[in-house]
């Protein structure tokens, strides 16, 4: 057994207020960057999540067997080593892409796989009946997806998806470590500035926490929304 002494704690060595207060403007400047990363990755993994789902339900095998490896690769491969190889590991072979460009890049391709995932699932739950109703009704497979099935499987993924979401939001911290101006990597300078690293790491939590709960909010409106059309 350990035990911990906190008689002699200092909540003033833990966290500066005072720093933490002058220094937010500075740190909330890397607020928009973190969104538009956030926002533009998810938006990549969507696109790419939705065909590889697809092509993983495919009877083609041709397409059912890339999109299981690409599958397979993103969820096994940590997403801050797939970071340095985007920002890196590239140049070595001829292509250089900005920090900013290769952080969308490296969340939005990491992400799809994860969101195929959850749209694999989420399409399996609609009854096939629907399927075979709609190609009775002359429908083409494209339509019968756009107009009836991926309506009901949207508000099934609805949840899982902005999990995924929520974890490219905390995950973009990562991006700090390929110079991309975000929340962390702004609090990292002031902290190297003020030798003074632990405060700044409990306001970026601080300012995480919040940002989710927003996130959070917005998903049981959707949720609420979308069950208008249940039964």
Do not use: H
Request: overall charge positive; hydrophobic content about 50%; proline content about 5%.
């Amino acid at each position: 057994m350990f035990e911990i002494d906190v008689n002699g704690f200092d909540f003033g060595g833990f966290f500066d207020v005072e720093l933490a207060i002058k220094n937010l403007p500075f740190v909330l400047g890397g607020l928009p960057m973190t969104i538009a990363v956030s926002f533009v990755g998810m938006a990549i993994g969507l696109i790419l999540g939705l065909f590889l789902s697809l092509g993983r339900r495919s009877d083609n095998r041709l397409l059912r067997w890339p999109s299981r490896l690409y599958i397979s690769f993103m969820r096994g491969t940590p997403i801050l080593v797939f970071l340095f190889i985007l920002y890196s590991g590239l140049p070595v072979v001829g292509i250089e892409l900005n920090a900013y460009t290769a952080a969308i890049i490296g969340f939005g391709l990491n992400s799809a796989a994860y969101i195929a995932e959850i749209n694999r699932a989420s399409l399996n739950s609609v009854p096939s009946g629907q399927w075979e109703s709609a190609k009775a009704l002359g429908f083409t497979y494209w339509r019968t997806l756009r107009t009836i099935i991926l309506p009901q499987a949207t508000r099934i993924a609805l949840p899982p998806l902005t999990n995924v979401f929520l974890d490219i939001v905390k995950a973009t911290s990562l991006a700090a470590v390929i110079t991309v101006p975000e929340l962390f990597q702004k609090a990292q300078i002031v902290g190297g500035r003020t030798f003074d690293p632990m405060t700044m790491y409990v306001l970026i939590a601080l300012i995480y926490w919040p940002l989710c709960i927003v996130i959070s909010a917005f998903q049981e409106k959707l949720e609420k929304r979308f069950s208008r059309y249940v039964n």
